[in-house]
């Protein structure tokens, strides 16, 4: 008892550290239709923002997954926040002072996006190694943080623009700065430990030699792919293609979507070891299936807008849910096992956003089409536990 009260402090800084990340995947996304009337951006330029962030977190899921245990978790997973935290004071103060302010988004997309994918890569075997008695249930609950993160960004941020004015987002980009920096602090602090020990872990080779692996791999590639596909576009959809008001877009739009994949998650937090997981997971990719095409077929708004929101209640356990099977059937994958699926995830997380975007440009910036097209990812999941029910787990 006593051990797992000492960890309490690191669990709550693992939630706050999912509430970063779903700052910095959030924000900017916000701005999207602001950035371009601003900047004279186009959708291209506003496409690669999304695709340099999670290329960015991938590249650095793949570095991670050979060098955190050398360097630490302690280090790396200050230094993911003190990186993010430059990130979005880069974002509220680079556009202003270089020539061209894209060049300044564009890095601090980049510079952000490295803490990103450090706190990907980490947090999650933290809390993995923490004394719990479900561990499933622990994941899911630590992944809701990332989606609670996301309706904190995105309605804090809505009533920021309302009362101050969409025009001083620099000031709230540099507000958000100051999360990580905290958190930054309380990682300094509390007590972590590896989740396997040094010398026990399976070897990367063996890894990338494993069939197992690779089904997950690519359940984690369509997780990512299936939540950002819709997160990351849906309030530039609801403003452009339904033509709804930006407070009501966003509130309606990706705010909505965040909520009830955070409920999802919380469910299955309740939920975890009486109901199969594989399931669970195919009776939501079936859903996402129909979500995004709610979000796109039917012909009323307020449809569209619950199928957003639905969609966002499918891909809740797509994420967190793959871990825990990683976990259970390699339990001595360690780091590289969890910061390769991370890297995997980020790949659908880059993938998805841009599929839809370059399908909707060849559409003629049409996003029901590129939308449409984003619902291959959760018919690629139902494919992917098919695959897993023929492999077995390994020690």
């Known amino acids: 008892m006593q051990s797992i009260i000492s960890y309490r402090g690191t669990v709550y800084a693992c939630y706050v550290g999912y509430i970063t990340q779903a700052v910095v995947n959030n924000f900017l996304p916000l701005l999207f239709v602001t950035l371009q009337t601003s900047y004279s951006l186009s959708?291209?330029?506003?496409?690669?923002?999304?695709?340099?962030?999670?290329?960015?977190?991938?590249?650095?899921?793949?570095?991670?997954?050979?060098?955190?245990?050398?360097?630490?978790?302690?280090?790396?997973?200050?230094?993911?926040?003190?990186?993010?935290?430059?990130?979005?004071?880069?974002?509220?103060?680079?556009?202003?002072?270089?020539?061209?302010?894209?060049?300044?988004?564009?890095?601090?997309?980049?510079?952000?996006?490295?803490?990103?994918?450090?706190?990907e890569v980490l947090i999650s075997p933290i809390v993995e190694a923490c004394p719990a008695e479900n561990k499933s249930a622990a994941m899911s609950l630590l992944?809701?943080?990332?989606?609670?993160?996301?309706?904190?960004?995105?309605?804090?941020?809505?009533?920021?623009?309302?009362?101050?004015?969409?025009?001083?987002?620099?000031?709230?980009?540099?507000?958000?700065?100051?999360?990580?920096?905290?958190?930054?602090?309380?990682?300094?602090?509390?007590?972590?430990?590896?989740?396997?020990?040094?010398?026990?872990?399976?070897?990367?080779?063996?890894?990338?030699?494993?069939?197992?692996?690779?089904?997950?791999?690519?359940?984690?590639?369509?997780?990512?792919?299936?939540?950002?596909?819709?997160?990351?576009?849906?309030?530039?959809?609801?403003?452009?293609?339904?033509?709804?008001?930006?407070?009501?877009?966003?509130?309606?739009?990706?705010?909505?979507?965040?909520?009830?994949?955070?409920?999802?998650?919380?469910?299955?937090?309740?939920?975890?070891?009486?109901?199969?997981?594989?399931?669970?997971?195919?009776?939501c990719a079936i859903l996402c299936v129909g979500s995004y095409a709610m979000a796109v077929l039917l012909p009323h708004p307020v449809w569209n807008l619950l199928g957003c929101g639905l969609c966002g209640f499918a891909v809740g356990v797509f994420w967190p849910g793959t871990f825990s099977i990683a976990a259970a059937r390699l339990p001595r994958g360690g780091t590289a096992l969890f910061a390769l699926l991370a890297l995997a995830g980020d790949l659908g997380c880059s993938s998805g956003p841009t599929v839809v975007g370059l399908v909707s440009g060849a559409a003629g910036d049409n996003l029901k089409v590129g939308l449409l097209a984003a619902a291959a990812f959760p018919l690629a999941i139902l494919l992917g536990l098919a695959a897993l029910r023929r492999c077995r787990a390994e020690a």
């Open 143 to 283: 992944h809701s943080f990332y989606c609670w993160g996301s309706v904190g960004a995105i309605a804090l941020s809505t009533a920021f623009f309302a009362a101050f004015g969409r025009e001083n987002w620099p000031v709230l980009a540099m507000l958000w700065a100051v999360i990580p920096a905290l958190n930054a602090v309380a990682f300094s602090r509390v007590p972590i430990r590896q989740v396997v020990e040094a010398g026990e872990e399976i070897p990367m080779r063996a890894l990338f030699r494993s069939g197992l692996f690779w089904v997950l791999a690519l359940l984690m590639v369509c997780a990512g792919a299936s939540e950002l596909a819709m997160s990351q576009w849906a309030s530039a959809f609801a403003e452009e293609a339904l033509h709804v008001s930006k407070t009501v877009g966003d509130l309606a739009g990706p705010c909505f979507f965040a909520v009830l994949m955070g409920a999802a998650r919380a469910l299955h937090a309740k939920l975890a070891g009486r109901v199969s997981l594989e399931r669970y997971i195919a009776g």
């Open 43 to 119: 959708l291209p330029q506003i496409t690669l923002l999304v695709t340099a962030n999670f290329l960015t977190q991938l590249l650095t899921d793949l570095v991670s997954a050979k060098y955190v245990d050398k360097i630490g978790y302690r280090p790396a997973v200050v230094a993911a926040h003190v990186l993010c935290s430059l990130g979005l004071l880069g974002v509220g103060i680079l556009p202003g002072l270089l020539p061209r302010p894209y060049v300044g988004l564009l890095l601090s997309v980049i510079v952000y996006a490295v803490g990103g994918g450090l706190i």
